[in-house]
C-alpha cells in the first residue's frame, strides 16, 4: 500500500468515527414509544398511508427520532392509504379552488405494508382517553376481516396498529407500550375528546366533565409510569383554530334562530367549511360559533388542560418518572395569531387558515411541515427537562418540498364553503366517518389477491393456524 492510499484510507476512517460519533443517537430515545391519536400517528388530508401528504414517514414523532438519531418503526399503510387521503382535482380547470373541488379518488383501503415488524409508534387515529384502555384480539378481528364480515372501523384500525404481529391476548395501546419496555414516551391524547367541539360547532358537542376527563388521565400516566421511562405530555389546543372552521366574511351576515327569528353574525364568527351551500346565506344558528361560543369551547379546554397538569404533575410526585409538559395550547394559539417564520426572513410563510400550510387538506390534521412545528415544541420541552440537546427539525427544509407549502390553490380569502365534495363527508363526528369508510373497505381484505393485504392474511393464518 502506498504512503498516498494510506493517507487516504486513514482519513476515510477517522471522517466515518467522526461521522458515526456526531450522529449517536440520543440514548434515552433509543426505545421511544409513542402513544397517542391521530396526530401523533401521522394521520393527514383525511387518510392514513405511509407517503402522502402528509405521511406516516413524516409524523411529529418520525421527525424527533431522525433528529434524535434513533430508529422509530412505524405501522406503515400501504397505498391508497386506510382510508385514502382527500386530493385536490380542479373538476373545472379554473385553477381556483371551488366547492367540491377537494375529494378522495377512491373507496378502496390499503393495508400493513410489513405486517410481521413490530412497531413503536402505537398512535391509533380516533383514540381519546377511553378508548386507549380498550383492548382488541387480534384472533376475533382477523377471522372477521377473512370471513368478509362488518367489522367497526376502529377496530380495524387498532388491528392494522397494534394487533399485528398477532397475539393471542387482547391489546391495546397500554399494553403493548409496556411490552415494549421503552426508555421514553411520548405522549398526547384527548384532543378527540374535544374535537366535536369544533366539527360540531357547539360547546355543548362535549358533555364529558373535566374531572372525568382528569381521572382517565391520571389512569393513562399511572399505568405508563409502570414502565419507569420518562415521557413527554402534551396538552391540548383550541380546537376554533383549525382550518376547518372559516370566518363568516360577507358571505354569512345573519342566522335563523330556532323561533324562525334572525340574529346577526359578525364578519369573525366561525363555520365548518363542510356547512352544506344550501344552507347560505343564511344557516342555522347552531352551525355558527360565535364569541360566545368561542369562549366556552375554549373555557372548556382550559379547564381539560388544568386536569392534564395536574396529572403530570400528581404522576412525577407519585411514581418518581420525569415527564415534560408540551404546551401545544399556547404553540397553536401563537401559531393562529402570528404564523411561522420557517425561512427566517421576518415574514409569516405559513398560517392556520385552509392551505396555509400548517394543516392538511382535511382541515383538521398538520401537514408535514405543521408536523415539523409540531415535532420541534416536543423537542425543545424535552431538551429544557432532560437536559438533552436533540437538535430541531430543519422546518424550512420541509416546507420546501412540502405541496401544502405555497400551494397554488391555496384561496386568497376564505376557503369557499363545501370546498370538500359532499361524498367524501361523512355525518356525525369525524372520525365516525373515517371509521365507516375503513369499515367499508375492510371488507374487501380477504379477496384483496396480489397486494399487501394478501401478504397480511398470509401471516397472521400462519400464525392462527388452528382459526383457519
Not at 344557516?283 to 361560543?293: I, K, R, Y
Not at 369508510?437 to 399487501?452: C, E, I, L, W, Y
Request: hydrophobic letters at 40%; one cysteine or more.
Amino acid at each position: 500500500m502506498t504512503k498516498k492510499n494510506f493517507n487516504w484510507l486513514t482519513l476515510g476512517c477517522l471522517v466515518a468515527l467522526g461521522a458515526t460519533a456526531a450522529h449517536a443517537g440520543d440514548p434515552r430515545m433509543r426505545r421511544l414509544v409513542v402513544v397517542g391519536d391521530s396526530l401523533l400517528a401521522g394521520f393527514s388530508s383525511g387518510g392514513f398511508v405511509a407517503r402522502g401528504h402528509a405521511g406516516q414517514v413524516d409524523s411529529a414523532p418520525a421527525f424527533i427520532a431522525r433528529r434524535a438519531g434513533v430508529s422509530l418503526p412505524q405501522p406503515l399503510m400501504s397505498s391508497p392509504g386506510v382510508p385514502a387521503q382527500l386530493s385536490i382535482s380542479d373538476a373545472n380547470g379554473n385553477g381556483l379552488l371551488d366547492p367540491g373541488d377537494v375529494r378522495r379518488t377512491t373507496e378502496s383501503i390499503g393495508s400493513r405494508a410489513r405486517p410481521i415488524r413490530r412497531v413503536r409508534n402505537l398512535a391509533v387515529p380516533g383514540e381519546d382517553t377511553q378508548s386507549v384502555f380498550d383492548g382488541i384480539s387480534s384472533r376475533v378481528i382477523a377471522r372477521q376481516l377473512f370471513d368478509g364480515n362488518n367489522v367497526d372501523g376502529r377496530d380495524v384500525l387498532k388491528f392494522l396498529i397494534l394487533g399485528v404481529p398477532p397475539t393471542s391476548d387482547q391489546v391495546s395501546q397500554i399494553t403493548r407500550a409496556g411490552d415494549l419496555r421503552p426508555t421514553f414516551l411520548m405522549v398526547w391524547l384527548g384532543n378527540n375528546d374535544v374535537l366535536d367541539m369544533a366539527t360540531g360547532t357547539s360547546p355543548d358537542a362535549v358533555t364529558l366533565d373535566p374531572s372525568d376527563f382528569g381521572r382517565r388521565v391520571s389512569r393513562l400516566l399511572n399505568q405508563l409510569a409502570g414502565t419507569g421511562a420518562g415521557m413527554a405530555v402534551a396538552n391540548l389546543p383550541d380546537v376554533t383554530g383549525i382550518a376547518a372552521l372559516r370566518h363568516a366574511g360577507n358571505e354569512v351576515t345573519s342566522c335563523r334562530q330556532a323561533d324562525g327569528t334572525l340574529r346577526p353574525v359578525a364578519a369573525d364568527d366561525l363555520l365548518s367549511i363542510n356547512m352544506s351551500r344550501s344552507e347560505l346565506p343564511v344557516p342555522p344558528c347552531t352551525a355558527v360559533l360565535g364569541p360566545t361560543e368561542r369562549d366556552l369551547v375554549r373555557a372548556k379546554i382550559m379547564a381539560f388542560n388544568a386536569e392534564i397538569s395536574t396529572a403530570i404533575a400528581d404522576t412525577e410526585q407519585r411514581r418518581g418518572v420525569q415527564i415534560a409538559s408540551v404546551d401545544t395550547f399556547a404553540f397553536f394559539d401563537q401559531l393562529r395569531q402570528q404564523g411561522a417564520d420557517v425561512t427566517g426572513d421576518g415574514v409569516a410563510d405559513v398560517t392556520t387558515g385552509y392551505l396555509g400550510g400548517v394543516f392538511s387538506l382535511d382541515g383538521i390534521h398538520p401537514t408535514s411541515t405543521g408536523n415539523a412545528l409540531i415535532a420541534n415544541a416536543f423537542i425543545a420541552a424535552i431538551n429544557q427537562k432532560f437536559g438533552d440537546s436533540i437538535p430541531p427539525v430543519d422546518v424550512a427544509r420541509v416546507a420546501r418540498r412540502d405541496s401544502l407549502v405555497n400551494n397554488a390553490y391555496r384561496p386568497a380569502g376564505e376557503v369557499p364553503f363545501g370546498v370538500i365534495a359532499s361524498d367524501d363527508i361523512d355525518p356525525g363526528s369525524f372520525f365516525d366517518g373515517i371509521a365507516d369508510r375503513v369499515s367499508r373497505g375492510a371488507k374487501n381484505f380477504a379477496g384483496d389477491v396480489g397486494t399487501p393485504a394478501k401478504n397480511l392474511f398470509n401471516r397472521i393464518k400462519h400464525f392462527f393456524r388452528d382459526l383457519f
